[in-house]
Nanobody
């Protein structure tokens, strides 16, 4: 499956962005999907994930209450609605897919089978 992330850009503190990740090659509903990010000079970290059905979602503590992950099965697309953005949210955001939800390691990262190319989000102070 191929993943194409989009929607990144420059936004001011407190603003909002919506990222999209379109899957092709196989229906995205076959996979659990997730968003990760890598801030400048830091390692990759988990942001949010969603089950195949879309019934369950999970979030990193740093984004809980501000970000919402969702999926549109008909469009083979997942979204990450990001509100109340902070400068520390600045990062390259990656979507990922696998048969199971990500299992995080001690650094907050995970191995997923398929990855998108990343989209840059910059939050200015």
């Amino acid at each position: 499956v191929q993943l194409q992330a989009s929607g990144g850009g420059l936004v001011q503190t407190g603003g909002s962005l919506r990222l999209s990740c379109e899957a092709s090659g196989r229906t995205s509903s076959s996979y659990a999907m997730a968003w990760f990010r890598r801030a400048p000079g830091k390692g990759r970290e988990f942001v949010a994930s969603i089950t195949r059905s879309g019934d369950n979602t999970y979030y990193a503590n740093a984004v809980k209450g501000r970000f919402t992950i969702s999926r549109d099965v008909a469009k083979n697309t997942i979204y990450l609605q990001m509100n109340s953005l902070k400068p520390e949210d600045t990062a390259v955001y990656y979507c990922a897919a696998d048969l199971l939800l990500p299992v995080l390691d001690r650094l907050g990262d995970a191995q997923m089978k398929y990855w998108g190319q990343g989209t840059l989000v910059t939050v200015s102070s």
